[in-house]
């Protein structure tokens, strides 16, 4: 994994003098290294910003430093904000104000006219919001006490959504073969979403895949034997398909990391030269952090790989999902989720089984392992990127996971089973309205806050979905974006 950091840079100016100044940037790395104990990447302070130069060339330097995933502003006391103009206008990186205070209560007894020269974030970060405003920046305002544990989350949350901008400015995505034929949501402008997400999506032929595989060897495929053992119950006597799927694993993990690709699509139209469509391969190579999409869905690729870096540890339980079927029993509503293989195992509930079975759709000479089990239970999101030409649509929808309420013995693939908001019916008839794709990322770890977060770094529309929607005001909302992003 990378190495990321985000860059601590806080306002000041000359007027209260240089003991002022050193005591401003003393707290100033105190707070930086008190924070960095607590949050997922280091918290870096770097400097005062006391001069337009100053803050300039910071904000240069921050832009072309490849570790620097955002920078985070405060002001301990008044910065004059039109030394942040020309800095403001350059900067290219995720973007947090966080307006807090060195010290958490007003000191009754000593507070005078020196004390509040020193501490006067009220005033500076109000200042210093305005020029924010004015210059139209996307950012996001923090407020609370830099102690504080919630504040500290939400600083962590933000972080991780700033890490996906720049897991996204990175993407690389290996494609084998075209998109399914005829469908139309997976789709899309890729000169467009190399523009504004920053993805490289590029195609490798399905052959030169097969001319890998047939070069892996039989002691590779022993080692990879050996840790769907460790990992997996083997529920297969099949062991040839499985090998099988080891030599699609490593072939298809050998490019990927050769041409630095995090993500990966292939289709069932297109499999000519292989016998099994890969299953247990995509699936353990997801598990690794890498994004995969059914049917050569490019954008649910990289999705997946952006919510998994966005995860705890950057591999969270975020793994690509088809809406499939619904249960509507009155009080018993449910998505069933899975697809044709390739459920990601990062959310599993238990130990995956390997098992094989014969798969009819594309053309599979035999029988292709998969990993089948049951998705965790708990609160979730859904997320699908569209493109609606001219501009990228993000829907977020809150969902609610369940133990499946029934065996499915007879269902071959990996299932997710939960419920939409704000109820399955109106959940769906909100989704359906919004245009969201039956690809989407399924994710435990990431919240509707973080995708909000990376919507607005990446200025693309967002839509969220929640247990408050109604069909009728999202309806408003989505024709209002509409004319906005037209005129934006
Ligand atoms: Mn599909």
């Known amino acids: ?95 947090l104000h966080f307006a807090t205070q060195y010290n958490r209560e007003i000191p009754n007894e000593e507070i005078d006219m020196d004390f509040m020269n020193l501490n006067q974030a009220a005033h500076g970060d109000r200042e210093h919001g305005f020029i924010a405003a004015r210059l139209r920046m996307p950012r996001k305002v923090i407020a609370g006490y830099w102690q504080d544990e919630d504040v500290i989350a939400r600083i962590a949350s933000w972080m991780k959504a700033a890490v996906g901008v720049a897991v996204s400015k990175e993407m690389k995505v290996m494609r084998f073969g075209d998109n399914m034929r005829e469908v139309a949501v997976t789709e899309g402008d890729k000169v467009e979403v190399q523009k504004k997400l920053g993805w490289q999506v590029n195609t490798w032929a399905v052959g030169d895949l097969v001319k890998e595989m047939n070069a892996v060897t039989e002691a590779e495929i022993d080692a990879k034997m050996a840790e769907y053992t460790a990992k997996y119950d083997i ?31 292939n289709t069932f139209q297109d499999l000519y030269g292989m016998e099994q469509l890969p299953g247990l391969a995509s699936q353990n190579i997801m598990a690794a952090g890498y994004g995969y999409g059914g049917e050569g869905d490019w954008k649910v690729a990289a999705m997946t790989a952006i919510l998994k870096a966005m995860g705890e540890n950057g591999n969270g339980a975020s793994g690509f999902m088809e809406d499939y079927t619904y249960h509507l029993v009155k009080g018993q509503e449910y998505s069933l989720g899975a697809h044709m293989l390739e ?67 007879n269902l071959p693939v990996a299932r997710v089973m939960w419920r939409a908001m704000p109820d399955l019916t109106t959940g769906v008839e909100c989704w359906i309205q919004a245009g969201g794709a039956h690809h989407t990322v399924l994710s435990y770890d990431v919240t509707a806050e973080q995708m909000a977060d990376f919507a607005r770094m990446m200025d693309i529309e967002f839509v969220h979905i929640d247990k408050n929607t109604t069909p009728e005001a999202l309806e408003e909302k989505l024709m209002l974006m509409d004319i906005a992003w037209k005129l934006k």
């Open 1 to 95: 994994m990378k190495k990321r950091v985000f860059w601590f840079v806080v306002g000041s100016q000359f007027l209260y003098g240089d003991e002022v100044l050193r005591t401003v940037e003393k707290r100033s790395a105190e707070m930086a290294e008190e924070l960095t104990k607590k949050l997922p990447y280091p918290l870096v302070f770097k400097t005062i910003g006391v001069t337009a130069d100053g803050i300039t060339k910071i904000i240069k330097e921050a832009n072309y430093d490849d570790e620097c995933a955002g920078i985070v502003t405060w002001c301990h006391t008044f910065s004059p904000s039109k030394m942040w103009i020309n800095g403001f206008e350059l900067l290219q990186k995720p973007y």
């Open 235 to 265: 529920a297969t006597d099949n062991t040839g398909a499985i090998r099988y799927q080891a030599k699609e694993e490593i072939a298809i993990k050998k490019m990927m990391d050769r041409e630095g690709c995090l993500a990966f699509t």
């Open 343 to 409: 459920v990601c195992p990062s959310l599993a509930a238990g130990k995956p089984r390997i098992e094989t079975h014969h798969l009819g759709i594309g053309m599979n000479e035999k029988d292709p392992a998969r990993l089948v089990f049951e998705g965790k239970a708990g609160k979730g999101i859904v997320v699908s990127l569209i493109d609606m030409g001219g501009r990228l649509r993000l829907i977020v929808q809150d969902i609610e996971a369940v133990k499946p309420i029934m065996p499915m013995p």
